[in-house]
């Protein structure tokens, strides 16, 4: 679904990602793990477009998609889930959700508000709440609901457990698996492994911009050493 290959991407003059490459299959959920400054987010922009790569090859489900505008790779099937939320605090739950609305995309089940609120029991009792007197879980749960109204193939999401109550960070991780089984293909980057291992099939582990170590979830849980070199904090 998702192929990464020698991407190379700056912010200004500083080489962040450096010829990193990685793969998602169709159905997945993997995670990119990794310290602060690892290069995480800088490869979430790079693919949906936010940021340009200077060099590298992006393919998303057969198409080349380096360098286009984001609004174009989201038009393809591809939701970005931002680190930063970014809801309209002006605009209320319902309409939130309705900016986000693409057209169904075919085999997969189109997402309406209904389905969305069975997933996120919390924004089905605030519709009319504007976004702005949300707290931050919530708001964490209306941006992925927004995007999924994009009737997304491949979603990304950063940092989606990022300074949450653990009550909240277990229903992401259940709305996260609840994603995999409607088979959707999900591209994760995360800080939290104990998340991260209850959601993901497979991890890539990166440090400066380059990819250190990849292999299964049960491999990682196994492997102390990457754990504790690349990992702990």
Same mark, same amino acid.
Request: hydrophobic share 40%.
């Given at each position: 679904m998702l192929e990464i290959a020698g991407l190379n991407t700056y912010y200004g003059r500083a080489h962040i990602l450096q010829g *990193?490459?990685?793969?998602v299959g169709k159905g997945e959920v993997m995670v990119l793990l990794g310290r602060n400054g690892a290069g995480?987010?800088?490869?979430?922009?790079s693919v949906i477009g936010l940021l340009r790569p200077s060099s590298g090859s992006i393919r998303f489900d057969g198409a080349e998609i380096?360098?286009?505008?984001?609004?174009?790779?989201?038009r393809l099937g591809l939701g970005y889930v931002p680190e930063e939320r970014r809801v309209f605090a002006d605009l209320t739950v319902m309409e939130n959700l309705e900016v986000g609305r693409q057209k169904p995309r075919a085999g997969l089940r189109p997402w309406t508000p209904e389905r969305l609120f069975e997933l996120f029991p919390n924004l089905g009792r605030m519709r009319d709440r504007p976004g702005g007197r949300m707290s931050g879980g919530e708001q964490q749960m209306l941006t992925i609901a927004r995007t999924l109204m994009g009737n997304p193939r491949l979603v990304l999401l950063d940092e989606p457990s990022e300074g949450l109550?653990?009550?909240?960070?277990?229903?992401?991780a259940q709305a996260i698996q609840a994603l995999k089984q409607e088979g959707l293909? %999900? *591209?994760l980057a995360e800080q939290n492994l104990h998340f991260a291992?209850?959601?993901?099939?497979?991890?890539?582990? %990166?440090?400066?911009?380059?990819? %250190?170590?990849?292999?299964?979830?049960?491999? *990682?849980?196994?492997?102390?050493?990457?754990?504790?070199?690349? *990992?702990a904090l």
């Amino acid at each position: 679904m998702l192929e990464i290959a020698g991407l190379n991407t700056y912010y200004g003059r500083a080489h962040i990602l450096q010829g *990193l490459s990685l793969s998602v299959g169709k159905g997945e959920v993997m995670v990119l793990l990794g310290r602060n400054g690892a290069g995480k987010s800088t490869t979430m922009k790079s693919v949906i477009g936010l940021l340009r790569p200077s060099s590298g090859s992006i393919r998303f489900d057969g198409a080349e998609i380096a360098g286009q505008e984001p609004h174009r790779i989201a038009r393809l099937g591809l939701g970005y889930v931002p680190e930063e939320r970014r809801v309209f605090a002006d605009l209320t739950v319902m309409e939130n959700l309705e900016v986000g609305r693409q057209k169904p995309r075919a085999g997969l089940r189109p997402w309406t508000p209904e389905r969305l609120f069975e997933l996120f029991p919390n924004l089905g009792r605030m519709r009319d709440r504007p976004g702005g007197r949300m707290s931050g879980g919530e708001q964490q749960m209306l941006t992925i609901a927004r995007t999924l109204m994009g009737n997304p193939r491949l979603v990304l999401l950063d940092e989606p457990s990022e300074g949450l109550a653990p009550v909240i960070v277990e229903q992401m991780a259940q709305a996260i698996q609840a994603l995999k089984q409607e088979g959707l293909t %999900v *591209l994760l980057a995360e800080q939290n492994l104990h998340f991260a291992g209850g959601v993901a099939d497979r991890a890539t582990v %990166v440090e400066k911009g380059r990819v %250190v170590w990849s292999g299964s979830m049960a491999e *990682l849980r196994a492997n102390e050493e990457v754990r504790g070199q690349y *990992l702990a904090l």
